[in-house]
């Protein structure tokens, strides 16, 4: 009896332990969270496939709605870290990048700029091919993030943060 | 005299007869108060009835307003509501500023859940299939019209005003329209709801009028009838009250005449020289001695009455011994019982306890019963005191009875309550020639109750009359002085008149 009582303590133990392993675990707040509108299927892209839409060059998602790209105003911490770690870009080559794109036909979107996190959770939340970032901290359940190389914002090799340095 | 079966009958029928007889007195005592307190009632019961009629009007216009002028409010606000939606929507298209775009698209969202909220609002209220049906309707084109709203902010957001104004006269305006019409449909329905409550209250409200003024008329109509009978029973009242007045004069006349006419004529016949001799002159001196204390007797019995009925009179109430009693009340009688030729037997019981009372009051009430059964005696010429203990009515405590009984011509029982009241004389007695002021028998019961007793009688018509004096026992037996009562005797030794 004793013994058994003593297992069944010990099980209870080990699986509220676990229960607490399975809480999320705080996300860092210069981490910076892809997002996407809630209908969309897309779950995970390549940092190589995400270069690619953020540089406009591709226009629709697989389930056929067209791609939005939102970018927060220049200057902003967050637009600094996707340029240099998804577009490998300055703001200058950005900007000639987009009309040179256009020009010629080889950039399909325009990308959309809103001065605020805000409204770039709201412009996601109501465009169902917008796609977007965010500080990790600013998103709620009303759009989606989707993985980057199959991490999550909250994992330690997710390849996205804002440079602590550069932010100084 | 009686026979127990009677005593037993007169017992039996005791217990209905005695509370009919109680209500009978106090109704005939107190109409005017009854017939007041009734009005009252009926005053009351007409304010009830009144203040219930307009607690159910005041339900049906509040029922009214919960349910028509509240929807109609509710139903504007809905319609503000979703013009808000539209028209955020709209001036999304007006601006290229993603930043504004985003902040009408909030607008619209706000408006739209108030308007969704709204709905689900009216359709949890709804009752009336017609209610049910239209709100779903609604319902199901606000989704509808969101769909499209939708599209066309995304089109917006996207840049693709083109497609949004497209998109919004295709799908959005006819939408649009659907939801107006049912909103200014479920605002008809509220409108004809309306209309027929405010028809159904003023319905309510004519008849509730009708009903009051039936009903204040009927008030109306009884509370005269009850100020009729008032005012015909204080009439009555005065009449009664008039004619044992007159009556009282009359008989006090008659028994003042007999005497005053017998001293005048002795007085006349001494005055002229009539009456010589000393023995004639002691025979006529006597007569007039005689009716002189009669008058004085009746004098005495009228003013007794009257301070009796006043509460004038203070009593000395103290332990007092049955058989002292008894004996002055037979000492003081005797002359009367005599004349008339009456035998007056006692028979007290052994070891009576001694009871509460003033001495001379309740020789004097015993007095006026043993000159009553003198009076009304009849032939037989009996009378006979008896004193005993029993059981008191009530409480079951012991008490003193005293009764006189005789064998005379008895009472009517419908006559036995009246026998009390003042003055009161029956027109049997007054028939047979029988003299008398009609105060003998309201003195003794005064006299009973203030000692704290009473007087019964049980009387069977031809058969005779007996009389009992309740008296309660005395705790402690505290004697009077022999002067004490030998001065009571003086004072009361003249038996008196009845009624």
């Known amino acids: ?168 | 005299m009686r026979d127990e079966g009677q005593n037993a009958a007169s017992v039996e029928k005791g217990v209905f007869g005695r509370l009919w007889n109680a209500a009978s007195e106090l109704v005939s005592r107190h109409s005017s108060s009854l017939l007041l307190c009734m009005v009252f009632c009926v005053v009351v019961g007409v304010g009830i009835f009144m203040m219930g009629d307009l607690h159910t009007a005041t339900e049906q216009v509040q029922r009214m307003y919960a349910g028509s002028v509240q929807g109609l409010r509710r139903i504007g606000e809905l319609q503000y509501e979703a013009q808000e939606t539209r028209r955020a929507t709209l001036y999304a298209l007006t601006t290229n500023d993603s930043n504004l775009q985003v902040e009408y698209a909030d607008q619209s969202r706000g408006a739209d859940r108030l308007v969704t909220e709204g709905i689900a609002q009216y359709l949890v209220e709804s009752h009336s299939p017609r209610e049910v049906e239209l709100g779903k309707r609604l319902q199901r084109d606000w989704a509808a019209y969101l769909r499209v709203r939708d599209e066309v902010l995304a089109e917006i957001l996207e840049g693709s005003i083109k497609e949004a104004v497209d998109l919004d006269l295709t799908g959005g305006v006819p939408s649009f329209d659907r939801v107006r019409q049912d909103l200014e449909e479920v605002k008809r329905l509220y409108d004809q709801q309306a209309s027929e409550q405010l028809t159904v209250v003023d319905t309510s409200s004519r008849k509730s009028v009708i009903r009051l003024m039936g009903v204040l008329c009927l008030t109306m109509l009884f509370a005269s009838a009850s100020v009729w009978a008032i005012q015909r029973s204080k009439m009555m009242s005065a009449m009664k009250l008039a004619k044992m007045q007159m009556d009282f004069v009359a008989s006090v006349s008659h028994e003042l005449r007999t005497p005053l006419a017998v001293i005048c004529a002795s007085a006349q016949n001494i005055a002229d020289g009539v009456v010589e001799e000393k023995e004639q002159l002691a025979k006529y001196g006597s007569v007039i001695r005689h009716h002189s204390t009669q008058l004085t007797e009746l004098v005495n019995q009228i003013l007794l009455f009257a301070s009796t009925h006043e509460g004038r009179n203070r009593y000395v109430v103290r332990a007092l011994r049955v058989p002292e009693i008894v004996s002055a009340v037979m000492m003081n009688t005797r002359a009367v019982a005599e004349q008339a030729g009456f035998l007056v037997e006692e028979h007290l019981g052994a070891d009576l306890p001694p009871v509460n009372g003033d001495f001379s009051a309740v020789c004097q009430c015993l007095q006026n019963l043993v000159v009553n059964a003198v009076k009304y005696g009849g032939n037989h010429r009996r009378i006979t005191i008896r004193a005993f203990t029993g059981p008191r009515e009530g409480d079951h405590a012991e008490e003193m009875r005293i009764s006189v009984e005789d064998h005379g011509i008895g009472i009517d029982s419908s006559e036995l309550q009246q026998i009390f009241e003042p003055f009161y004389r029956s027109p049997a007695v007054a028939a047979a020639q029988i003299h008398g002021t009609g105060l003998g028998l309201p003195l003794a019961k005064g006299i009973a109750e203030a000692m704290g007793g009473k007087i019964t009688v049980v009387s069977k018509v031809g058969v005779g009359s007996r009389f009992t004096l309740h008296l309660p026992l005395a705790k402690a037996l505290e004697t009077e002085t022999k002067e004490h009562r030998e001065s009571h005797r003086y004072e009361r030794k003249h038996s008196v008149g009845r009624g």
């Not at chain 1, 300055?90 to 990048?97: A, D, M, Q, Y």
């Not at chain 1, 759009?143 to 602590?164: F, M, Q, S, T, W």
């Open chain 1, 1 to 168: 009896m004793i013994v058994a009582a003593a297992v069944l303590l010990l099980e209870v133990s080990s699986g509220s332990a676990a229960g607490g392993a399975s809480a999320p675990p705080a996300v860092p707040d210069d981490t910076i969270a892809i997002i996407v509108n809630q209908s969309n299927t897309i779950d995970d892209l390549s940092l190589k496939d995400l270069r690619t839409v953020f540089l406009g060059e591709r226009s629709h998602w697989p389930n056929g709605r067209r791609i939005t790209l939102v970018m927060m105003d220049p200057g902003l911490s967050e637009r600094r870290a996707v340029l240099r770690d998804v577009c490998r870009m300055s703001e200058t080559e950005f900007s000639r990048h987009f009309l040179q794109g256009l020009f010629t036909g080889e950039v399909f979107v325009s990308p959309k700029t809103l001065s605020t996190s805000v409204g770039v959770r709201k412009f996601v939340f109501n465009v169902p091919g917008a796609i977007g970032y965010l500080r990790a901290s600013d998103v709620d359940s009303t759009v989606k993030v989707i993985k980057v190389n199959g991490h999550r914002p909250e994992e330690a090799d997710y390849p996205l943060r804002i440079e602590v340095r550069a932010s100084k």
